[in-house]
């Protein structure tokens, strides 16, 4: 008598067990967008759920991945579904009264591009027509084409905005195995768990894939083409795939993200795969066309930059009574780094744990501040880690990563203007390379046995502190209250003496350490 395979067994029931979450999924979806057939919002839901997850869960074999890593997989699946159904649900019950919300989405350029793709749906028209100028809710149309084709094929009697969630809770959790691999490939094990876990829990990452936006699909993305750099040196064909489809990918979502993203890349790819192997005068010459080609595309894209960076420093002006008090004192000459300064500190976390608005909104805002306060220390940490980081040929790579993000982090608040929503969703397109950045500087407080990162996180504990009390005195008359200005020179005393101390420390330890 032949006996199945237990491999082949387990097999059965995993993908048993995943048409089962797919049906309790398309479940969901008839009970939040249920339209006016419920077993039509039922199939689509279930089919596209079970696509996506059987999509998972051939990945993650393919990645030779651990129980851990599926681990990871399941929750960074179920908080994006979880958050994203939860919102759409919540948000008509106890949003605010706006147009938005009252429809279920927490972004407004969701809404409009969402609403649009129905609209398309439903014309009978080609869905190229989301390319043309027809359409402004989305400048690229890719998302748009994406979500209207969505609309048409699994749900084309009732708008049922849920499905596209199921994809952007999808997207971004596709590349968790691809990252795992890539960095236990190229650095090692506990780097890549690390790093995995971050990027899955990363608080923006999920508000983002609970609405209909295209940072989820440029996230995902993004992480396959980073695997596909690292697979290179293993497997030239499938990195060849990876690279080109995900690229394609991304410049079909967002032409001018794959743009940055590709620039990234190639350095990097340069960088870890070609240089190591050809003489000096190539080297040479190779960082020279890289160079020639960064100006090229800076001086391509510094049109755009400049004006839509104007418009949006405007609008921000414009929207905030206080930060035009603090603009005309400060003058024309601070105007620009004083709103660049102020949405790298979006969103600002003083002011989310104590500004008056519902509770739904406050919640949402706490938790994507409280990330990015601690994202932020680690990627600091990690400039002073560079120096006493081995081998150096990881530090020449870890360098590349920590000088790109700090480029894009810093062209997302010139271009959005220092706005809590916009200029951080940009910032998160370069998750994966933050993650990777923010794992490697916290392993490497314990291999340098490093207190710079305590110090940071100190630094950040005062300003944080000094704001909530300025924000309670501002909104609820608690206590004194320095001026503003006053309050930041103060505070740039307590960091400098802070730092400074540090280094004076440090330097008594080390001579010290060689008596």
Request: include cysteine; proline fraction near 4%; aromatic fraction near 14%.
């Amino acid at each position: 008598m032949n006996r199945v395979p237990q491999k082949t067994t387990n097999q059965g029931r995993s993908l048993l067990l995943l048409a089962m979450t797919g049906a309790v999924l398309g479940g969901l979806v008839a009970w939040i967008n249920p339209g006016g057939n419920a077993f039509v919002a039922w199939l689509g839901g279930t089919l596209l759920s079970i696509s996506c997850l059987v999509c998972l869960f051939l990945v993650w074999k393919k990645m030779n991945g651990t129980r851990l890593l599926a681990i990871c997989i399941g929750i960074s699946v179920v908080l994006r579904i979880l958050v994203g159904f939860g919102l759409t649900w919540s948000l008509p019950i106890w949003g605010h009264k706006e147009e938005p919300p009252r429809h279920g989405y927490i972004y407004l350029d969701a809404y409009r591009r969402d609403t649009d793709a129905w609209n398309l749906a439903q014309s009978g028209d080609s869905l190229t027509a989301s390319f043309g100028e027809e359409f402004i809710s989305d400048q690229y149309g890719g998302l748009l084409a994406l979500s209207a084709g969505i609309y048409r094929l699994l749900s084309p009697d009732a708008h049922r905005p849920v499905l596209i969630l199921l994809l952007t809770a999808f997207l971004p959790t596709l590349g968790i195995p691809f990252l795992w691999n890539a960095v236990r490939k190229r650095w090692n094990d506990k780097l890549a768990n690390l790093s995995m876990w971050i990027y899955a829990l990363y608080p923006e990452s999920i508000i983002l894939s609970s609405a209909q936006m295209r940072e989820p699909f440029l996230i995902g993305l993004s992480t396959i083409a980073f695997w596909g750099v690292v697979e290179w040196r293993h497997n030239h064909r499938p990195a060849l795939t990876a690279l080109l489809l995900s690229l394609a990918g991304m410049a079909f979502f967002s032409s001018r993200a794959a743009l940055a993203i590709l620039a990234l890349l190639v350095v990097w790819f340069w960088f870890d795969n070609l240089h190591p192997g050809i003489d000096q005068k190539w080297r040479r010459t190779g960082w020279i066309i890289l160079g020639l080609c960064a100006v090229l595309a800076i001086l391509f894209s510094l049109d755009w930059v400049i004006n839509t960076a104007r418009w949006d420093l405007y609008l921000m002006e414009s929207s905030s009574g206080r930060i035009q008090f603090e603009l005309d004192t400060i003058g024309m000459t601070w105007r620009v780094p004083f709103i660049v300064t102020y949405g790298l500190l979006q969103p600002v976390l003083p002011a989310t744990l104590v500004y008056p608005t519902i509770p739904i909104m406050q919640s949402v805002n706490i938790y994507r501040a409280v990330g990015w306060y601690v994202m932020l220390p680690l990627l600091l940490f990690a400039f002073i880690a560079l120096w006493r980081s081995k081998p150096v040929k990881d530090r020449g790579v870890m360098a590349l990563f920590l000088g790109a993000i700090a480029l894009w982090v810093l062209i997302s608040s010139v271009r959005a203007g220092g706005d809590q929503w916009d200029n951080v969703r940009y910032r998160s397109i370069f998750l994966v390379w933050m993650a990777v950045a923010a794992a490697w500087a916290y392993l490497q407080t314990f291999e340098q046995r490093s207190a710079w990162l305590k110090r940071i996180l100190l630094v950040e504990g005062v300003f944080i502190l000094a704001f909530i009390q300025w924000y309670l005195s501002r909104y609820y008359r608690l206590g004194g209250r320095l001026p503003f200005w006053q309050m930041i020179a103060l505070l740039v005393v307590v960091g400098v003496g802070i730092i400074g101390g540090g280094f004076i420390r440090d330097h008594f330890k080390k001579k010290h350490q060689k008596q």
